[in-house]
């Protein structure tokens, strides 16, 4: 089977994050990469926190502590956030670690060697108030595209423009809130992505059309306004350092690259990270060295971060002139929003994931997210919404299924599958529509089309629920016992199919589901079209458990409960 290398972009150190950051990374990333590994993939799932750059030194500096430390602390609780999301990374690594300074450091040497790296001086801002230059994101101001007074200075996060300081409207500093700004020379490292613009553009080319519209229009839209040199060092205490033995004088005062320069090395790095825990059975070159595999790579990122991973970080690796190995499909989303406004991490707007895992469980949230992902325009999140859809698919449609099947076939068959007579017209029509239905879900998955997919998965609950009411048991059983013991066995082979397929999306729910049937040989990671038709994949005798509610209904008393906590209408 194939090899598949999978990345989520990293989420920054600063705060734990929001469900439209989940939505647009690192979730889709999770649901697709449980997919291969069930279809029988070798699969590699790394991620990292994004932990250089100013917003960490600004929220170490609030609190009072070292940066290192509070990267440290940061890490472990956006990990322990994701451990409950059950996001199954391979690696969740840190940009922090020596393995992406040394190799961050090792590819600026050879865009250096190879002419794509040139010293400038350059005119910089400088705070008098704080007695030093100001990197971009120590600058806010008022964005001169769109207006948003909260703008930083590399990029406004209402409009997604990239930005220099100086184009910023009555800019002032992040740290000390002063206007007394003056501009200064000093040198800083630049890549030269002009010279490599063609490079990019023929790379763009070859790949881009198999890039969703959002990934590849927003690529050929940076192409098509020109690939312009970019400083790629900062003025900051914390970061990886320039190396002093190809720019000392830089090095000397104490210049760092840029985190959007180090941060998808990162990819690279944690990669390493992983393969220096187990170096006897781990290599990592052999998932980014083009010339020794063949892996097929993605990535999941939201729109904002599209420009850096298609022309930029491709730009950084193709001046290398080594053989790494660059992205295939990028797969963008859109924004989730909140009640038509923007969620946002420094204005702590909407629900953020550890609110979300504290009132109810993961699948929740991952069904919904997935059944609701912004692939072709913004999404919005409302409680509304959010009650329907779990009250509706969850608890009505898939939940209701599973529990009125055990329960009922226990009450009148005992605890163990029931035998019932053969397969009849009904059952062959079922395993039809069922092995339709898996075609057109796998189909979906493995074009990364989540909301299409989810839709199929929910069109194969709703088959089984379609099949009860056709022959219904609980009538069924006044006057063909065996009748009603066959609808309720090929139900429970619904509910195990159900079990294996849902496992990307609900893998909670998916375990007990799974695990209400005592079947010690149950290895199967997936359902072939034969036994999709079949429906017998659970043997006659075996022995079951009805599992508790898998979902609880969502009350009115408890939507009006989370929008008096969490608001719910937009600001």
């Known amino acids: 089977m194939a090899r598949h290398l999978i990345t989520s972009a990293l989420p920054y150190i600063n705060g734990i994050k929001h469900l439209g950051n989940m939505v647009g990374s690192m979730l889709p990333a999770d ?6 590994r069930q279809r029988g993939h070798d699969v590699l799932y790394i991620c990292a926190t994004d932990e250089h750059g100013t917003p960490a030194e600004l929220a170490a500096k609030e609190q009072g502590i070292p940066v290192d430390e509070f990267c440290a602390q940061a890490h472990d609780a956006q990990k322990a956030v994701y451990d409950g999301f059950e996001l199954a990374f391979d690696y969740f690594g840190r940009s922090s670690s020596p393995q992406n300074r040394d190799i961050t450091q090792e590819i600026a040497r050879e865009l250096k060697a190879n002419g794509f790296i040139e010293e400038r001086a350059i005119r910089q801002v400088y ?22 007074d909260k703008a930083r200075g590399d990029q406004c996060e209402n409009c997604t423009r990239v930005l220099d300081p100086t184009d910023l409207i009555e800019p002032r500093s992040a740290i000390s809130g002063s206007s007394d700004l003056e501009i200064r020379e000093t040198k800083h490292l630049f890549l030269l992505q002009s010279a490599l613009a ?6 763009v080319d070859e790949r881009a059309d198999n890039w969703p519209v959002l990934a590849s229009s927003i690529a050929r839209k940076w192409l098509t306004e020109g690939l312009h040199d970019r400083a ?4 900051l205490d914390w970061g990886v350092p320039v190396p002093a033995d190809t720019w000392p004088e830089l090095a000397a005062d104490g210049k760092v690259f840029y985190v959007w320069f180090d941060a998808p090395i990162e990819y690279i790095g944690s990669t390493k990270e992983w393969a220096d825990e187990d170096p006897e059975n781990r290599d990592w070159r052999s998932w ?14 939201g729109k904002d971060n599209v420009p850096f991973h298609s022309v930029m970080f491709p730009a950084t690796l193709l001046g290398t002139r080594a053989p790494w190995k660059k992205v295939d499909v990028i797969k963008a989303f859109n924004w989730l929003n909140y009640y038509g406004g923007k969620f946002s991490t420094s204005q702590q707007r909407g629900v953020f994931t550890h609110d979300a895992l504290d009132i109810l469980p993961a699948d929740y949230w991952r069904y919904f997210m997935m059944a609701n992902a912004p692939e072709s325009d913004d999404a919005s999140f409302t409680w509304e919404h959010f009650t329907a859809t779990v009250n509706k698919d969850l608890a009505d449609t898939l939940g209701n299924f599973v529990n009125r099947v055990l329960s009922f076939s226990r009450k009148r068959f005992g605890d163990d599958v029931p035998a019932g007579g053969e397969p009849g017209e009904a059952e062959a029509r079922l395993g039809e529509q069922i092995a339709r239905l898996l075609a057109e879900y796998e189909e979906q998955m493995e074009a990364i089309q989540f909301r299409k997919a989810t839709a199929a998965l929910r069109a194969l609950w709703s088959a089984g629920n379609s099949y009860l009411e056709e022959k219904a048991p609980w009538l069924e059983i006044k006057t063909n016992p065996e009748g009603a013991a066959l609808t309720l066995r090929t139900a429970m082979n619904l509910i195990h199919l159900y079990a294996v397929i849902s496992e990307p999306f609900i893998p909670s729910s998916a375990k007990a589901m799974r695990s209400a049937f005592t079947l010690p040989n149950d290895t199967a990671a997936w359902v072939t079209p034969q036994e999709a038709h079949a429906l017998s994949s659970v043997p006659v005798g075996t022995p079951f458990t009805v599992p508790p509610v898998l979902f609880a209904k969502i009350t009115d008393e408890d939507l009006e409960t ?8 937009s600001e």
Not at 232 to 235: H, N, P
């Open 232 to 235: 790629i060092t900062r003025d």
């Open 288 to 301: 980014w060295w083009e010339s020794e595999t063949d892996v097929r790579y993605t990535q999941f990122m």
């Open 198 to 203: 063609g490079e990019v553009e023929a790379w």
């Open 31 to 36: 649901v697709y990469s449980r997919y291969l």
């Open 562 to 569: 989370y929008k008096e906590r969490f608001g719910g209408e």
């Open 127 to 148: 705070s008098n108030a704080d007695g030093r230059f100001l990197p971009d994101r120590y600058i806010i101001g008022t964005c001169p595209h769109c207006g948003y």
